[in-house]
């Protein structure tokens, strides 16, 4: 007996060394580039409020040349999540974010309520999500529709995300409670789901097909700046940079082909691996109209925890422009946040928003409304925390022609300097100041031939003389 089960531990090691070898070979093999073709369409007209974005030099950019910052937040009201339902989303809501400033608005859709039947999409639910976006843009608000994922896979285990049909029935053990939680992830029927869906293409196909139903909808909406694929993908248990490299960007090529197929107008984003701290593998993605919007929860939800200290933050975002620049796309950060009750809320904001400045960066933040803990207006909608409002809603340039860059804003004393380059393009600048928390601006500069602030919206518009540089001060 003794020896038999010294050959099956023998026999065991060896197997274990012989997975770990070829996972090794696999993670260390080259893979050519992947490819997406778009084929060539002529935008049919445009809202002058909101014009058509393209990727364009590594930037997102606008149908007139200028260069387009997206600023604004998450909004999860469309999506079902049973343990957590999410807050409404109103008129009043939208016209809120526009008066504070913002251009954007980061709305949750799922596949469990597009196609709650397999092979079926619901018309009703699209309804709501053109409403939704419509509503947004009548405030001047783009939106980015987010497909959207959390730990836990689907509805039915309580999460967000499949439909039930794309489920196994295998015990949905929950571990750990509270709001932090990460108990869903680890869940053996959640688990085997996502494992399902990243390693075998029968619910992949169906999940292309639902966001061509998506794309077909929006085909002519220049309002919607984006279609966010998946959110933060999660391949456990297949290995980092395995997930990456095998399935995950084939995966990303898959989908965004068959959107591209039906409409080849709009941007297409991919998101970093949800799996704390660890770099993304790239593997290229060429051809598409790509942007890069990975999660930034360095300080908040992921260690190392805020501190007063910046670096983590700023090590992160380096990080997340070396992947974007080897895919090659634009940075974007889809999500960021922190526990508002903190006392280090409003610090972490400052500090984390100035590293975007200095990067030129856009964001959504997490979210507009929620509870008391993460929402900016509270689920009931009775309570908007102006206090950090004040601090998100900083000043800063929603459109540039080339030539023209901002310095850090300040949203607590309204202020931004704006520097004009002598060879600056043509075209208005459009600076997204709020009419909610700051008074009336004030600007100064000599090569501004005519500047209008638009309180209803929330901006001020600056023409510059051509041919002539200077920098701009705008105070409150």
């Keep these: 007996m003794g020896v038999k089960r010294g050959r099956v531990r023998r026999g065991l090691g060896l197997a274990l060394l012989v997975l770990v070898v070829v996972a090794v070979v696999m993670a260390l093999i080259p893979l050519p580039a992947l490819s997406l073709r778009r084929a060539p369409s002529p935008i049919d007209g445009s809202d002058p409020a909101l014009p058509w974005l393209q990727v364009r030099d590594g930037r997102i950019q606008d149908s007139t040349g200028r260069a387009v910052l997206l600023r ?7 999506v079902l999540y049973p343990d957590e339902p999410p807050a409404g989303f ?6 809120l974010i526009q008066r504070s400033g913002f251009n954007l608005v980061r709305l949750g859709i799922d596949w469990a309520q597009l196609e709650p039947v397999r092979g079926q999409i619901d018309q009703g639910y699209l309804d709501r999500v053109s409403r939704t976006v419509a509503m947004l843009n009548a405030h001047g608000l783009y939106a980015i529709l987010d497909m959207h994922f959390r730990l836990g896979w689907s509805p039915r285990y309580g999460a967000s995300g499949a439909p039930a049909w794309a489920t196994f029935p295998l015990p949905d053990v929950y571990l750990g409670k509270g709001r932090l939680s990460w108990g869903h992830g ?16 029968d619910w992949q196909r169906d999940f292309a097909t639902v966001w061509q139903a998506v794309a077909r909808r929006f085909s002519d909406v220049p309002g919607v700046a ?9 391949g456990l248990p297949i290995p980092p940079v395995l997930f990456e490299k095998y399935w995950m960007w084939p995966f990303y090529q898959r989908v965004m082909q068959a959107v591209l197929d039906v409409d080849p107008h709009h941007v297409l984003m991919a998101e970093s691996i949800l799996f704390l701290n660890l770099d993304t593998v790239i593997r290229p993605l ?12 360095v300080g908040s939800l992921i260690p190392p925890f805020w501190t007063g200290d910046p670096a983590p933050q700023a090590d992160r975002l380096n990080e997340f422009r070396r992947e974007a620049d080897r895919l090659p796309a634009p940075l ?3 999500e960021l946040g922190f526990d508002l009750t903190r006392p280090q809320a409003a610090g972490y904001a400052d500090a984390t928003l100035d590293l975007m400045d200095d990067r030129a960066l856009g964001w959504a933040w ?3 409304r929620q509870n008391r803990w993460w929402g900016i207006r509270d689920a009931g909608g009775a309570l908007v925390n102006r206090e950090v409002l004040r601090h998100l809603a900083r000043p800063y340039l929603q459109a540039a022609p080339s030539g023209v860059r901002a310095s850090r804003g300040n949203g607590i004393a309204g202020a931004l300097t704006i520097e004009v380059a002598p060879g600056h393009g043509t075209g208005a600048a459009v600076v997204g100041w709020s009419a909610l928390t700051l008074p009336a601006p004030h600007v100064l ?24 540089g200077c920098t701009v001060r705008i105070s409150a």
């Design 72 to 78: 604004g937040f998450n909004v999860d009201a469309l």
């Design 286 to 297: 060429q051809g598409g109209n790509l942007v890069y919007g990975p999660h930034l929860y």
């Design 332 to 334: 974007w950060i889809g």
């Design 90 to 95: 109103d008129e009043e809501d939208a016209r």
């Design 445 to 468: 500069g000599a090569c501004v031939r005519a500047s209008h602030w638009d309180a209803s919206r929330s901006q001020i518009v600056l023409d510059f003389q051509p041919g002539s």
């Design 366 to 368: 997490w979210q507009w």
């Design 226 to 234: 984006a279609y966010d694929i998946i959110n933060e993908p999660d």
């Design 186 to 201: 680890v869940s053996p029927a959640a688990v085997a789901a996502v494992t399902y869906f990243w390693l075998a293409r």
